[in-house]
């Protein structure tokens, strides 16, 4: 349930640069979040140029990977790999298609960052961001680390001009039959400040 998509969307990491993240190591910027850098967990280059976003999103649709989940760095990275080959390798799409890519270890991984269009909400993939939480949401919500992050990505792409102030926050079941992001991360992020259904 958490892989259905078919636009493509490119974004960049958690910093104020207009330029693609391409240096190592995980940073964190202007009160954002630590953000592993896709050379940092060895992304696989994008088979074609993918194009960047109409204009600033002003949505941002949560997600759950429908997976295993991960607590540590090593873990999240083989997982976040995993990821990545299946959106490419069994769906053809270019790229691993989420924005960006939370663990239960508080890292965000960065996927096709800020700006640029993705694959993760399908006919939604050009006016928002797609954030997803590694691990399966069904029974239990994630842990602090990873809703921390999670928050924490929200509000640094607010303050520095990525996310619209008056963004839109949704459930990838909000516009979508699928049961992503797990009923218990749903319930929870129903609570949250932007959340409409």
């Not at 391409?22 to 202007?30: D, K």
């Not at 924005?99 to 050009?126: C, K, L, P, Q």
């Not at 992050?149 to 990525?162: E, F, M, N, Q």
């Amino acid at each position: 349930d958490g892989w259905i998509s078919s636009t493509y969307l490119t974004f960049r990491a958690c910093s104020l640069s207009n330029s693609h993240n391409t240096g190592t190591g995980s940073h964190s910027t202007n009160g954002c979040p630590p953000i592993v850098s896709r050379s940092e967990w060895h992304a696989r280059a994008p088979a074609h140029h993918i194009g960047p976003l109409p204009a600033v999103p002003g949505n941002v649709y949560i997600h759950h990977g429908a997976t295993h989940g991960c607590h540590t760095k090593a873990d999240c990275i083989k997982l976040v790999q995993s990821y990545q080959n299946y959106h490419m390798d069994t769906h053809g799409w270019p790229d691993i298609g989420y924005s960006f890519i939370i663990g239960e270890d508080g890292n965000v991984y960065e996927g096709r960052g800020w700006n640029t269009i993705g694959a993760h909400t399908y006919n939604h993939n050009y006016d928002g961001l797609g954030f997803c939480v590694m691990g399966d949401f069904t029974s239990h919500v994630p842990n602090d680390l990873a809703i921390n992050a999670v928050k924490s990505l929200i509000d640094c792409g607010v303050k520095s001009g990525r996310i619209t102030q008056n963004y839109v926050l949704k459930g990838h079941r909000d516009v979508g039959q699928t049961s992503c992001p797990g009923d218990k991360l749903y319930a929870l992020i129903n609570t949250w400040p932007h959340y409409h259904h």
